[in-house]
């Protein structure tokens, strides 16, 4: 029975809690994507933890939890994730399983990664430069180096043996220092030691739980509209988003798909470059930002704010055949006396949809809002839908009936306590 969390806008919409939750009564947790370049903010009952590569069942002790082939693994990171992890839960080597097949982000993808965007001076994208991209660009294109390969530690000194010379080439081309072939090779070997007890095949425990209908939480990193395909193209990260790519990055069937949960904020953000149609570049911008405590988990960068768009929210409902939402930070709108809802989009006039625009485009379409009052109450201590203020019932139950498709979850605080359950 595998329940699929992804994030329905731009990333950073409270997944990491959402995953948390619904971890604590799974049988398996698994990341099948993406890098260290997102993150997830998991706070329990051991304290508060920015995971980036960890799954997060790994804090249920009755959870196995799985790192598969789609996701990029930075040793260092996630080295220093699971000497964090360690000291607050007992032995979980055998919970743990990591992929043979996961590509490696080298040294020399993090340098180039940083030389490409400032090469591009003021057509940047805004990465993270933590080599994501030319990892998964080297993995395409035939060059890239997996955790397999560290297994035979001679294997891949005769990888960085033809590899390291190109690198160094468009390195030293573009203004940066060469590296060291026996550096690299020693430096990477003695991080990989640290990972290396939980590197086994992930393929055959998966599909046997998925077999035998054990309950499977797939966590998504970052969120659909920074799909390489069909989020807003090139202001996007490298790997795929949507909910059908745990066939390729985690080898489970599509059939095995019980629940598709999308997870949105009661507005939108957005971290970096690119297009954001209803974006609030003013008081009540920065109000949502400081209110929200609006800042990347893993840069650090302040989140650009706006309302809730619900015309690219309906088609992430759509791409990926979504069940239920999960609306999250609900009280950071409580002291807002107007609250604005994106409902279509008009271009030069028209009407146009999200899916009609490139990134071009969307950047110049007009937002078509409907307002609605505040609700102006806490809702940080409300247990139940019918106890929250009639104007956010109201608020929520428009969404649900846009989207065609329930809030089944609304969070209202970052613990776990701090839960809807909207049945």
């Not at 409270?14 to 370049?37: E, M």
């Not at 190109?166 to 940066?176: M, T």
């Not at 550096?183 to 290396?196: A, H, N, Q, R």
């Not at 309302?307 to 990926?320: H, P, Y």
Request: hydrophobic residues 40%; aromatic residues 10%.
């Amino acid at each position: 029975m595998i329940h699929i969390i992804i994030g329905a806008q731009w990333g950073d919409e409270g997944k990491g809690k959402i995953v948390d939750l619904l971890s604590q009564k799974a049988n398996v947790s698994v990341r099948f994507h993406g890098g260290n370049n997102a993150g997830h903010t998991i706070v329990n009952n051991y304290g508060k933890f920015p995971l980036h590569l960890m799954p997060a069942g790994i804090f249920n002790l009755r959870c196995k939890t799985f790192i598969t082939n789609g996701v990029i693994i930075d040793l260092e990171v996630l080295g220093i994730e699971i000497d964090t992890i360690k000291k607050v839960l007992p032995d979980f080597s055998k919970r743990l399983f990591i992929s043979p097949r996961c590509h490696v982000i080298m040294p020399y993808h993090k340098i180039l990664d940083k030389l490409f965007e400032e090469a591009k001076g003021k057509a940047k994208v805004g990465t993270t430069g933590r080599g994501i991209s030319t990892t998964y660009a080297d993995k395409v294109s035939y060059n890239g180096i997996r955790l397999c390969d560290f297994l035979r530690p001679e294997q891949l000194k005769r990888r960085l043996e033809i590899l390291l010379p190109l690198k160094n080439k468009i390195i030293v081309a573009l203004g940066g220092k060469k590296l060291i072939l026996e550096e690299v090779y020693k430096d990477e070997l003695k991080k990989f030691e640290k990972i290396k007890p939980f590197v086994k095949e992930t393929f055959n425990p998966l599909f046997k739980a998925a077999n035998e209908n054990k309950k499977i939480i797939f966590e998504g990193a970052q969120g659909v509209f920074l799909d390489n395909d069909w989020g807003t193209y090139p202001y996007v990260t490298a790997s795929s988003m949507v909910a059908g790519n745990i066939n390729i990055a985690g080898g489970i069937p599509t059939k095995f798909i019980k629940k598709i949960i999308g997870i949105s904020k009661a507005y939108t953000t957005r971290v970096g470059e690119g297009p954001f149609p209803t974006e609030l570049n003013d008081e009540t911008g920065e109000k949502i930002r400081k209110i929200g405590a609006e800042y990347g988990a893993t840069t650090g960068r302040p989140r650009r704010c706006g309302w809730l768009d619900l015309e690219m929210l309906r088609f992430a409902v759509q791409l990926n055949g979504m069940t239920d939402i999960a609306l999250t930070k609900l009280d950071v709108l409580d002291d807002f006396k107007k609250i604005s809802i994106c409902v279509s989009y008009t271009l030069n006039g028209k009407k146009i949809n999200y899916v009609d625009c490139d990134a071009n485009q969307l950047a110049k379409v007009k937002p078509i809002y409907k307002n609605f009052s505040g609700w102006n109450k806490k809702t940080s201590s409300v247990k139940k839908f019918n106890d929250l203020p009639v104007n956010a019932k109201k608020y929520i139950k428009f969404i649900e009936k846009f989207l065609d498709i329930p809030v089944s979850i609304i969070s209202v605080g970052p613990e776990r306590n701090q839960t809807i359950f909207n049945k």
